[in-house]
């Protein structure tokens, strides 16, 4: 199955390693493969941290892995503090059931140890950066960058149509935040499609 949030190429990492599921673990360093020995290590601590759930015999896991290997070294590229790990339910079956697994991959984020968004299913590099932490600046966030010229911009058909695509997507995404991150996060969005909706043609 598919993600819900976002859509678009997946770019694998044809440049690096990549670890054959259900064989030898021989994958990159920068992806932590979690064990009930370093979890608590690994992902109960402060910071943000990216786990996959998976099981070896799942081929959208397969499909997912030469992505999941290379997505720490595109967030390091963009300046994003995420860990990324890994972790075998099929083996570790007490962590499966303990995060509510039910299909693979399961991705979840951690925020200082505590999970704070889930997602089911295959997807690509650009939806696991943005939702990883990272930013990417377009028509949205120049509207949302604050005062000067940039506030005074009219945006075209095309723009306007690529930040309603941003927000939307936006929407999505903060499904899996906590309550509280939610209405914040919403009512940002609604002042952000005020004031474009103003500078629209």
């Known amino acids: 199955a598919e993600l819900a949030a ?74 994003v503090d995420t860990k990324i790990a890994r972790m ?11 995060f509510g697994v039910t299909g693979f991959p399961t991705l979840m984020l951690f925020k200082d140890g505590r999970p704070v968004g889930q997602k089911t299913g295959l997807t690509d590099m650009n939806t696991l950066m943005k939702y990883a932490g990272y930013r990417e600046s377009g028509p949205l966030a120049a509207l949302a960058g604050g005062a000067g010229s940039e506030m005074n911009l009219v945006l075209s058909g095309e723009q306007v149509q ?19 991150d939610k209405a914040s996060a919403l009512a940002h969005i609604d002042a952000v499609e005020r004031l474009f909706a103003k500078r629209a043609l």
């Open 88 to 98: 075998n339910v099929d083996t570790y079956v007490d962590y499966g059931e303990r």
């Open 6 to 79: 976002g859509a678009g190429l997946a770019l694998a990492a044809a440049a690096f390693p990549a670890r054959a599921i259900g064989g030898a673990a021989v994958g990159l360093p920068d992806v932590v493969e979690l064990t009930p020995d370093n979890f608590a290590k690994q992902v109960e601590v402060p910071g943000t941290t990216f786990v996959e759930f998976y099981a070896p015999w799942c081929p959208f896991c397969q499909r997912l892995e030469p992505i999941w290997n290379e997505l720490p070294n595109r967030l390091k590229e963009k300046g």
């Open 162 to 180: 690529s930040a309603a695509d941003e927000l939307n997507e936006l929407r999505r995404m903060i499904n899996g935040e906590v309550d509280g």
